[in-house]
């Protein structure tokens, strides 16, 4: 299969060097930041062409290049008044036009020409929401699709900025700073979502798989300490992700194979005589469908997930949206499937089979009430699912893998549903002076059922009701001058549940040293609720009854305080520093004194089954960030980041421990050039990726008792102070675009973990050998990619 991977890749190099030389249309709108008023007459210019090509916006803010040569073009976008637009990296392909939704922000010297460096305009560097003041990074979905080792998910795309760490080939889960990946806001087009992944356990924020399509994002932003006053319960980061729009002129197409599996995809108008669009996508796992055509794999992941979105215009000021998000995983391990053979572990007699789904909707109206003040009203409602069945196998003779007997031992199901209004008014009251508040309410529906069969029936989490999650928020920003401003706000949560109330304040200043470099410093008290499952665990009493000892839980709270540096060492060249310290308070820990805090949770993904918590434990991180980013240009690239921080907890033994998440380093170092082939049309691409981090701090196991009760028994004494060996990989990935006239064709291997290093897993007492079984990470896997866009 490999070689005829590669047979088609040189057939398609050496077939097209002479192909007629394509075009492309680059179009889009652009709108004042603040306001979102369309900006007309602003100027347009493709850089660097012959003839110029160049246009200016309409009165609805639209504007349209033709005739752009397929390849990368850069943009200059200028208007009287506003800061300059410059993008630098705009891809253009045959097989779809290029539609940008730009935003230009407002000089405060209107008359004069005026040199600001740090735009919010500057697509690459800067993120989204104005509010922001350090600790983000724009997301792009072309770099998702670009960087060697994401596969296309933003989540592994994420793990390559400074403060970011995944170390879990495995899995997506984010780990910021030292936190656990269970504290992550996931958030799309203005709605607080569950977790966007397929196998989501309840209470994680990760998953192998995203149901997240690249394809279909816009720019994002990730955010990791001092966010905004709108994102709340939160304390370790922010993925606040667009979906972007369809495009409203023209029919266009798209079909994919890769990691994340066979997909489909489509998008236009609904007429001509409308601007109305839709988007729509579809995957199916490519193992399972393996898997049903006769190939036998063990432990076949079964997913599929679908997208929707359609932009309706309503009159000249407003913008109706729909959207939709559903996915679908189940999996299943026989005992009979697992090796008897040496250390690795697993047991022979246990049956399991688990399934889940997700399903997420919203649909809003955006309304410009004035050329300065805009609202949006977005109502929206999910539904995730998570059933778990474990059966104890007895099988008929010592060595026979024929079934005696099944015993089913345990049974979980949760069920989690969430209706959701959000209200937003944003004004921009001047130049200098914007301003922005909001409402979000919850409305959360659970049913939560965990029980252990046999031997002894145990009721672990037996409830169903709802509760109301409360949030309101006010935002400012100030431009003092053209060096000085100021973002600060407040948002308040009140948690119904248990009648429990949180104020978050929330402040960051820009200074502008020079031309080239700014200063940035930041405050914010976050605050984060518990996992809805640890409310509601349960201790059996010797009466027969149950007690809920967690119920009256408080949220968890911690100060983040962030220092940083940026400078612009050349024109395509950044360098950002920055310091940070974050002191976590009202921790639940165990009434009794022990090492346990839930700041370990998320370091195994199990249900939380720990009674009797108080909030009285403590957490500290700290560390310094250094990223190095040299932006697309002269056909190369790279991005360098390091990451080196301390992760502390205390349970209510009292002691300080390293977290599980305290891997000391993390560094990534990432590469890539183009080269045109022909006449340009054609691009074959090398990126390159190279990541090492810290062993995390892991529990020990204590042989003599997990040979006393034939399971891993942990020594709870030695709790986190043994440290892994360092994880090291190195993926490559080598592409090949092919455009004709009206169709881009692209091809791609990704070749992971390329030096086929060990890095572990997990360990855990295998009762067959009486020794510590390992399983170790993902080896060397080549992984072919195929798109076609028409």
């Known amino acids: 299969m490999k070689g005829n991977f590669f047979t088609l890749l040189i057939l398609l190099f050496t077939g097209n060097l002479l192909a007629q030389q394509s075009t492309q249309t680059i179009r889009g709108k652009i709108t004042d930041a603040a306001s979102k008023m369309p900006i007309v007459g602003a100027a347009i210019m493709v850089l660097g062409t012959n003839p110029p090509i160049g246009t200016s916006s309409d009165a609805d803010g639209s504007f349209r290049l033709s005739n752009v040569k397929v390849g990368r073009a850069s943009v200059k976008i200028t208007f009287v008044g506003y800061e300059d637009l410059f993008l630098a990296d705009v891809i253009v392909n045959a097989g779809k036009e290029t539609i940008l939704d730009l935003s230009m922000t407002e000089s405060l010297h209107t008359l004069n020409e005026v040199t600001v460096t740090y735009k919010r305009s500057e697509d690459n560097r800067v993120t989204n929401n104005e509010m922001v003041t350090l600790s983000s990074r724009p997301f792009n979905p072309s770099e998702t699709l670009k960087y060697a080792g994401s596969l296309g998910d933003p989540s592994r795309m994420a793990a390559n900025f400074a403060g970011v ?98 997909e489909v995809g489509a998008e236009g108008p609904y007429s001509k005589k409308s601007k109305a669009s839709y988007l729509i996508n579809y995957r199916y796992s490519a193992v399972a469908l393996m898997s049903s055509l006769g190939f036998e794999i063990a432990g076949t992941p079964y997913y599929q997930d679908f997208t929707f979105k359609t932009d309706i215009p309503v009159g000249k000021r407003g913008t109706l949206t729909a959207w939709t998000i559903g996915g679908k995983s189940h999996i299943n391990f026989w005992g009979k499937d697992v090796d008897t053979e040496g250390d690795a572990y697993g047991d022979e007699n246990e049956n399991t089979r688990v399934k889940f789904s997700t399903g997420i909707g919203a649909i809003s109206y955006e309304h410009r009430f004035s050329d300065r003040t805009y609202g949006k009203l977005t109502v929206s409602g999910s539904r995730t699912t998570q059933n778990y069945e474990g059966d104890t196998v007895i099988y008929n003779g010592e060595n026979s893998k024929d079934i005696l007997q099944e015993i089913h031992t345990n049974t979980a199901s949760f069920t989690n549903e969430k209706l959701s209004a959000n209200a937003y008014l944003s004004h921009k009251l001047s130049a200098r002076d914007k301003i922005s508040e909001g409402i979000i309410a919850d409305l959360s529906q659970f049913n939560l059922q965990n029980k252990e069969l046999y031997p002894e029936t145990k009721q672990l989490i037996g409830n169903k009701g709802n509760t109301l999650l409360f949030q309101g928020y006010a935002q400012w920003k100030h431009r003092f001058n053209e060096k000085l401003s100021m973002n600060t706000g407040a948002s308040v949560l009140h948690y119904q549940l248990n009648n429990k109330m949180a104020v978050e304040p929330r402040i960051g200043f820009n200074y502008a040293l020079t031309p080239g470099s700014s200063l940035n410093i930041a405050y914010g008290l976050h605050s984060n609720l518990q996992p809805i499952l640890v409310y509601f665990y349960q201790t059996k009493q010797t009466d027969g009854s149950y007690t809920q000892t967690n119920k009256n839980l408080d949220f968890t709270r911690s100060h983040h305080f962030v220092l940083g540096y940026e400078r612009n060492l050349t024109q395509n060249l950044h360098l950002k520093i920055e310091a940070y310290y974050q002191s976590l308070y009202d921790v639940p820990v165990e009434q009794r004194p022990s090492y346990y805090s839930i700041l370990t949770e998320g370091a195994n993904f199990n249900p939380i089954s720990v009674d009797s918590l108080v909030n009285k434990g403590t957490g500290r991180n700290y560390g310094l960030e250094v990223t190095l980013e040299k932006y697309f240009s002269k056909n190369y690239y790279f991005l360098v980041t390091g990451s080196f921080f301390d992760s502390k907890y205390k349970g209510s033994d009292g002691i300080e421990r390293n977290s599980p998440f305290n891997s000391k380093y993390v560094v990534n170092l990432l590469a890539g050039k183009e080269f045109h082939i022909g006449k340009k049309d054609n691009v074959l691409s090398i990126n390159w990726k190279l990541t090492t981090t810290g062993g995390r701090y892991i529990q020990i196991i204590d042989m003599a008792r997990s040979a006393e009760m034939n399971t891993t028994i942990f020594d709870d004494s030695q709790a986190y102070t043994k440290q892994q060996s360092a994880y090291f990989r190195t993926d490559l990935k080598i592409g090949y675009k092919m455009n004709r006239k009206h169709s881009t064709h692209e091809l791609a291997i990704d070749l992971q973990n390329i030096t086929n290093n060990q890095n572990i897993f997990q360990q855990a007492y295998n009762p067959r050998t009486n020794r510590i079984g390992t399983a170790y990470q993902q080896g060397f896997l080549p992984i072919p990619y195929y798109k076609l866009t028409f």
């Open 165 to 262: 760490s995944g170390a879990n080939d495995a899995r997506n889960d984010i780990i910021v700073r030292g936190n656990s990946p269970s504290s992550v806001l996931w958030r799309l087009d203005g709605v607080n979502i569950p977790n966007p992944n397929h196998f989501s356990s309840l209470g994680t924020t990760g998953g192998p798989v995203s149901m997240l399509n690249a394809n279909l994002l816009a720019k994002s932003d990730f955010m990791s300490g001092a966010f905004p006053a709108e994102y709340a319960n939160a304390l370790g980061s922010v993925f606040d992700l667009r979906l972007r729009k369809g495009n409203d002129e023209k029919n266009e197409f798209l079909l994919q194979s890769g990691f994340n599996g066979l």
